[in-house]
């Protein structure tokens, strides 16, 4: 799925946050995130630095595992 925050520039993935195991969609352009359980829209996103940040992680893509898109199909 082609980002709407970013008009389409980046590809949203599915990945999994290393520290704490939760799975997520993350832009590889424009890092934005969204929880598995909401709507990718381009106004309802949350900055991935922000979020994990939390868990005190930087917000790099060397934190998460990219999930194989062949399980979504």
Wanted: proline residues 1%.
């Amino acid at each position: 799925m082609l980002c709407p925050r970013c008009d389409r520039q980046g590809e949203v993935k599915s990945v999994i946050i290393k520290k704490t195991g939760e799975r997520v969609r993350l832009c590889d352009e424009c890092d934005a995130l969204w929880r598995e359980d909401v709507r990718i829209e381009k106004n309802n996103f949350q900055d991935f630095s922000t979020y994990v940040a939390r868990f005190g992680l930087n917000g790099t893509w060397d934190e998460v595992d990219v999930v194989d898109q062949s399980e979504n199909a």
